[in-house]
């Protein structure tokens, strides 16, 4: 079956432009977290979303960023005002078990650029 | 505060020959492990994962060790193979952390040469 999907695959904006990335699970996966690689670094956690549950936005760098999900499918990450430090891969995951620990599947990213 | 470290930024190895990836966690909390593999342009993929009840995990040429007194777990690699060149990840999830969360290295590139 189809894996994570995103778009666009990059995204090159300027400095204090909002920008909107998508995520498309796979089908049935209750989980989707929102990770990102800055360049020489390891993936950093953002938001997670669980079913109806409350997000944990536990890892959103600043109030720029938000994200949102409708149910159990399409999650939306939006980055007001970008900075030039915004400018990283933006990676996808998600996952089928809510308890436990379970395999998350990722996304190819979203390379954002912000000049 | 980097919780889980891989403090190898690249290896080398020759084709056929063993590849040993280490990665070092600070977390007592951690109990599940995970490593990825990932190409340039594409997502991270599982690979293989331990569970601390364990202190060894084989899957075909793919084996994890995990030493809990030391807070050190290794991925061995044997036969290394070229198609094995890419960057791998060590991830960690526990108790305590949003479920499911991983915290990640910062990945060692791997290059197996002929």
């Known amino acids: 079956g189809a894996g994570v999907s995103q778009s666009p695959s990059n995204k090159v904006t300027e400095k204090g432009k909002d920008v909107e990335l998508r995520c498309d699970p796979i089908?049935?996966?209750?989980?989707l977290y929102w990770y990102r690689q800055r360049l020489g670094q390891g993936l950093e956690f953002l938001i997670y979303?669980?079913?109806?549950?409350?997000?944990?936005k536990s890892g959103l760098p600043s109030d720029r960023f938000s994200a949102e999900r409708t149910g159990e499918s399409v999650s939306t990450l939006t980055i007001q005002r970008t900075q030039q430090e915004d400018s990283a891969v933006y990676l996808c995951?998600?996952?089928?078990?809510?308890?436990?620990?379970?395999?998350?599947?990722f996304g190819p990213g979203t390379r954002l650029t912000v000049l | 505060d980097q919780q889980v470290k891989q403090n190898s930024p690249s290896l080398s190895v020759q084709e056929g020959r063993i590849s040993i990836l280490n990665c070092d966690y600070t977390?007592?909390?951690?109990?599940?492990f995970l490593w990825y593999k990932k190409y340039p342009a594409e997502g991270p993929t599982f690979l293989i994962s331990?569970?601390?009840?364990?202190d060894k995990n084989e899957d075909g040429r793919f084996t994890v060790f995990l030493n809990k007194s030391a807070k050190h777990l290794s991925l061995h690699i044997v036969p290394s193979q070229p198609g094995d060149s890419a960057v791998y990840f060590c991830?960690?999830?526990?108790?305590?952390?949003?479920?499911?969360?991983?915290?990640f290295g910062r990945g060692t590139q791997l290059t197996v040469w002929p």
């Open positions: 995951a998600s996952s089928h078990r809510t308890s436990g620990y379970n395999e998350q599947f």
């Open positions: 089908s049935g996966h209750t989980a």
């Open positions: 979303f669980q079913g109806n549950s409350a997000p944990d």
């Open positions: 977390n007592s909390m951690f109990d599940y």
């Open positions: 331990i569970s601390s009840i364990k």
């Open positions: 991830a960690a999830s526990g108790r305590g952390s949003t479920l499911g969360r991983l915290y």
